[in-house]
Antibody
Framework: QVQLQESGPGLVKPSETLSLTCTVS????????WSWIRQPPGKGLEWIGY???????NYNPSLKSRVTISVDTSKNQFSLKLSSVTAADTAVYYC???????????????WGQGTMVTVSS | QSVLTQPPSVSGAPGQRVTISCTGS?????????VHWYQQLPGTAPKLLIY???NRPSGVPDRFSGSKSGTSASLAITGLQAEDEADYYC?????????????FGTGTKVTVL
């Protein structure tokens, strides 16, 4: 079955760019939407953005100025870049597949295990 | 800040029925967007529990059920079991002048007494 795995540095310095990659295995990245979601320690979930396999994107308005999500179909991967990070960006970052329903509301049906990213000097 | 409000905690004895509410507004649940529910066991990633208001993915026990009415939705767990102790989140879509985005509820911790 389809599995997702996040990878990237666990420690990022303030003001630098956080970069993570999600590798999709057991299935193709094509024909689906893919998303990034984060969860600060002890807090709730926050949607960051999504990308369609063709490259079209949609971002959370509160993060839009700092976020870039890209896709590499040849590697079955999609990536997240978050610039100018601060301690408030410390969180577990999850990648997830979007299950698009006929009503056009998406649910996140497959999740990676998550990767903890700490912003600290 | 979450635009979907859930009670911080609910509890029940084994075998009992508990419900978790998810209250939104006219820009999300009330606009007709579906509600989905996730279960997050300690130290693990969230798992899709209910999609499209009331549908269960394959493998989810029928003890879990969802409903939606107006600007709110609910998750019910019947025959509560120790393994159901977890955090639960609702999720929908919000569209307003501020923009459009997927939104999550504030989360509810279910404790089995």
């Amino acid at each position: 079955q389809v599995q997702l795995q996040e990878s990237g540095p666990g420690l990022v310095k303030p003001s630098e760019t956080l970069s993570l990659t999600c590798t999709v295995s057991g299935g193709s990245i094509s024909s689906y939407y893919w998303s990034w979601i984060r969860q600060p320690p002890g807090k709730g979930l926050e949607w960051i953005g999504y990308i369609y396999y063709s490259g079209s994107t949609n971002y959370n308005p509160s993060l839009k100025s700092r976020v870039t999500i890209s896709v590499d179909t040849s590697k079955n991967q999609f990536s997240l870049k978050l610039s100018s990070v601060t301690a408030a960006d410390t969180a577990v970052y999850y990648c997830a597949r979007v299950l698009v329903l006929p009503t056009a509301t998406g649910a996140f049906d497959i999740w990676g295990q998550g990767t903890m990213v700490t912003v600290s000097s | 800040q979450s635009v979907l409000t859930q009670p911080p905690s609910v509890s029940g004895a084994p075998g009992q029925r508990v419900t978790i509410s998810c209250t939104g507004s006219s820009s999300n649940i009330g606009a007709g967007y579906d509600v989905h529910w996730y279960q997050q066991l300690p130290g693990t990633a969230p798992k899709l529990l209910i999609y499209g208001n009331s549908n269960r993915p394959s493998g989810v026990p029928d003890r879990f059920s969802g409903s939606k009415s107006g600007t709110s939705a609910s998750l019910a767990i019947t025959g509560l079991q120790a393994e159901d102790e977890a955090d639960y989140y609702c999720q929908s879509y919000d569209s307003s002048l501020s923009g459009s985005l997927y939104v999550f509820g504030t989360g509810t911790k279910v404790t089995v007494l």
